[in-house]
């Protein structure tokens, strides 16, 4: 099976824009989830999709959002860029999130200048 | 929510030696515990997980212990060898939070030839 893939895999933006990443799970897998990796705060959880609906949220402002299609694909969107949102953002992908297993894609550098 | 300690942040050790990373989880509903190993500029894998219904797995020159009681569970790797070098990430996850794993800060081991 093809991993899960993640594009852009790099990005600069601008204090301001707004940005949208994708995510494309392995397949038949249900569940993704996004997180922030940062050096100072390791992997930060972001939000979880299932089905389409937002299942899991973690403590990110609401400039943060993302959904997910029929096709289990997702995209996040990072509305107002600031420059502390500069990290790698890395999605993963889960059967139906109830093992806990999750695969991770090779993430996003986003850099905002 | 679930808390998730990791130490230490950096281990340094030569090659051949063992090497062990603790992790403390704070939600004892938690009985998911996976450990995953990113090296620099790749995604994080999955090398070994553990449920709570099993105090010990091993996988060739990896292991993980857990001790439900206590609330901590370890990360053995012998006969350490230069390709181990990585940043390795444990984690916890249950019903508790919807099975969205808590990550630890990340240790990064350094395996000196």
């Known amino acids: 099976k093809a991993g899960v893939t993640q594009t852009p895999r790099y990005l600069i933006k601008t204090r301001g824009q707004q940005v949208t990443l994708s995510c494309s799970p392995i397949s038949g897998h249900r569940s993704v989830s996004w997180y922030q990796q940062t050096p100072g705060q390791g992997l930060q959880f972001l939000f979880e999709y299932f089905s389409e609906t937002q299942r899991n949220k973690g403590n990110f402002p609401g400039r943060f959002s993302g959904r997910q299609f029929s096709n289990s694909r997702s995209e996040m969107n990072v509305s107002t860029l600031e420059l502390g949102d500069s990290a790698l953002y890395l999605c993963?992908?889960?059967?139906?999130?109830?093992?806990?297993?999750?695969?991770f894609g090779p993430g996003t550098r986003l850099t905002v200048t | 929510g679930e808390n998730v300690e990791q130490h230490p942040s950096t281990l340094s050790v030569q090659e051949g030696d063992s090497a062990v990373i603790k992790c403390t989880y704070s939600?004892?509903?938690?009985?998911?515990f996976p450990w995953y190993k990113q090296e620099l500029g790749k995604r994080p894998q999955l090398i070994i997980d553990?449920?709570?219904?099993?105090g010990e797995k091993k996988d060739q020159r990896i292991a993980v212990t857990l001790n439900k009681t206590a609330k901590h569970f370890s990360l053995h790797i012998t006969e350490t060898q230069p390709e181990d070098s990585a940043v390795y990430f444990c984690a916890a996850s249950g019903p508790g939070g919807s099975y969205i794993p808590t990550f630890g800060r990340g240790t990064s081991l350094i395996v000196h030839p």
């Open positions: 553990i449920r709570s219904n099993v």
């Open positions: 939600d004892s509903a938690s009985n998911y």
């Open positions: 993963a992908s889960s059967p139906s999130g109830s093992s806990g297993e999750q695969y």
